[in-house]
């Protein structure tokens, strides 16, 4: 009833909606514009046990003109589960606070993904310690199964595959029917045997904590732990925040990794250019 109210019958394109000066849509106006009955839309309102049908709700969230939140709440009012969550058009600006997230997450690695896996934007630390670099696979996953940098540098490689690939799968089985998943992994096929076999296991993992194990050409051996955040206002984002572990001193050779002085003595000091690619 309160998202009725906020229409006006201008606004739903009603004819002499403009002169009207009742404000709000009556029940029957959203019926008629939604292609119900006047009836089951009153019943609908009261919270009766009735059928519904996720067209159906579609068609009344599209007339009430509810944002991508309250289309999900909808569907859980009325016991049926919700559609993939969906980017709010007012949310989409977010570039330059997810930019300065990363940022105040220095000296550790962070970098931002799409639901692809396709590489938003990093911090300087995370060109230093993870290779990401200008002229890498913008893909993480297919990254990190052909970048010859990474794989130099990731003695945990073996042991993180097979959890990516199946953190991946489960990715994929969210939105079956979306033809960017499978693309991705169509090319990362093509690209790696390791891949492949990997993804006929058919495993499935949540994603999670990954224990990371690098071996840094400078200062040595290192140990994160990477986390997956996901942004409710961005469903189509993932923050991936990488926390420094006691083993090795890491948290220490981070620090000085990013000042100035290691900055000067890392022979991949030019990497921190250009760490953003604008596809917000």
């Keep these: 009833m309160s998202r009725r ?39 609908l309102e009261q919270g009766r046990d009735i059928t519904v049908s996720p067209h159906v709700l579609d068609s009344v969230a599209r007339v009430l003109r509810l944002s991508p939140a309250e289309r999900r709440h909808l569907y859980v009012l009325a016991g049926l589960n919700p559609p993939p969550p969906e980017v709010d058009p007012e949310q989409r600006d977010m570039c330059a606070g997810l930019r300065r997230l990363i940022d105040a997450w220095m000296p550790y690695p962070a970098h ?6 396709n590489t938003v934007m990093y911090n300087d630390s995370a060109s230093a310690v993870l290779g990401m670099r200008p002229g890498m696979p913008t ?3 297919i990254a990190f199964f052909t970048d010859p940098l990474y794989r130099s540098r990731s003695k945990s490689w073996a042991r993180n595959a097979p959890q990516l690939v199946a953190q991946f799968r489960a990715a994929c089985s969210e939105c079956p029917e979306d033809e960017g998943f499978r693309a991705v992994v169509a090319e990362a096929k093509a690209a790696s045997a390791e891949f492949a076999e990997l993804w006929e296991r058919r495993d499935i993992a949540p994603a999670g904590l990954v224990h990371k194990e690098l071996e840094h050409p ?55 250019e250009d760490t953003s690619v604008p596809v917000l």
């Design 5 to 43: 109210a906020r229409v006006s019958p201008a606004e739903a394109g009603l004819p002499g909606g403009a002169r009207r000066r009742t404000p709000g849509l009556r029940r029957e106006e959203v019926a008629v514009l939604a292609g119900v009955g006047v009836s089951w839309y009153q019943w």
């Design 218 to 272: 400078v200062v040595g051996t290192l140990h994160v732990e990477s986390t997956q955040l996901r942004v409710p206002a961005r469903p189509d984002l993932m923050i991936v925040l990488h926390t420094p572990l006691p083993e090795a001193d890491t948290a220490a050779k981070l620090e000085w990794l990013t000042s100035p002085e290691g900055r000067r003595g890392t022979a991949y000091r030019g990497q921190g």
């Design 139 to 141: 893909n993480g996953l």
């Design 112 to 117: 931002i993904m799409d639901r692809y896996s």
